[in-house]
């Protein structure tokens, strides 16, 4: 199956400073999408990106399909940032919509 | 609108009993998933149902199963529960035709 690889795997940093998060996968997909779990276990979509650059306020995410990784930027880091970001892969064909294999997350902590 | 539904949000059994967990979707959203997960496994596929049918099922024993219904509300259950059952189970929607997933905030199960 399709093996996902985030990294780094913890990252710690002060409030303002910028970081890139980053996840690779050993296979071609075609559904990618970026996850937030906050410290009381909710899961919140942020990007659905199988190919492409998106932004979100201070977020922004970019998928090169052909070379088999995704970038997550997070710009001026607060606190409420938080959390553990998953990057999800899956491949899009009947019955697979709802079917992604997760990578083992990277854990960010925010000082104030 | 309403977000992805889970209930109970806690869940305390004991070795042999069975569970329910349930699920309602965003309103609209036809696909249902579901997700077990736990420090040392991450997050991983359960199963998947769309219009009633199950479409897509993960590498878990017979002991897990579920069923969605007429309204696309879903339930999943676990008899004869292991301690190795104890996780946080999450349930995910989506559109048929968009397949970014939008989680519930998952029952949290421990099994004694």
């Known amino acids: 199956g399709i093996q996902v690889e985030q990294s780094p795997p913890d990252l710690i940093l002060q409030e303002g400073a910028n970081s890139t998060l980053r996840c690779n996968f050993s296979?071609?997909?075609?559904?990618l999408q970026w996850f937030h779990q906050n410290p009381w276990g909710q899961l919140i979509n942020l990007f659905y990106i199988p190919s492409g650059t998106k932004q979100n306020g201070r977020l922004s995410a970019t998928t090169v399909a052909t070379e088999r990784y995704s970038l997550l930027y997070i710009s001026s880091s607060q606190t409420t940032d938080s959390g553990v970001y998953f990057c999800?892969?899956?491949?899009?064909?009947?019955?697979?919509?709802?079917?992604?294999?997760f990578g083992q997350g990277t854990t960010l902590q925010v000082k104030p | 609108k309403a977000g992805v539904t889970q209930t109970p949000r806690y869940l305390i059994k004991t070795r042999g009993q069975q569970v329910t967990l349930s699920c309602s979707p965003i309103s609209g959203h036809r696909s249902v998933s579901w997700y077990q997960q736990t420090p040392g496994q991450g997050l991983q596929f359960l199963f998947e149902y769309f219009s009633e049918t199950q479409r897509n099922k993960g590498n878990f024993p017979g002991r897990f199963s579920g069923r969605q219904f007429s309204n696309s509300r879903s339930e999943m259950n676990v008899s004869t529960l292991e301690l190795g059952d104890s996780a946080l189970y999450l349930c995910a929607s989506s559109r048929e035709d968009r397949e970014q997933l939008f989680f519930g905030s998952g029952t949290q199960l421990s099994v004694l």
């Open positions: 999800a892969v899956g491949r899009r064909g009947s019955g697979n919509t709802g079917k992604l294999i």
């Open positions: 296979d071609s997909v075609n559904n």
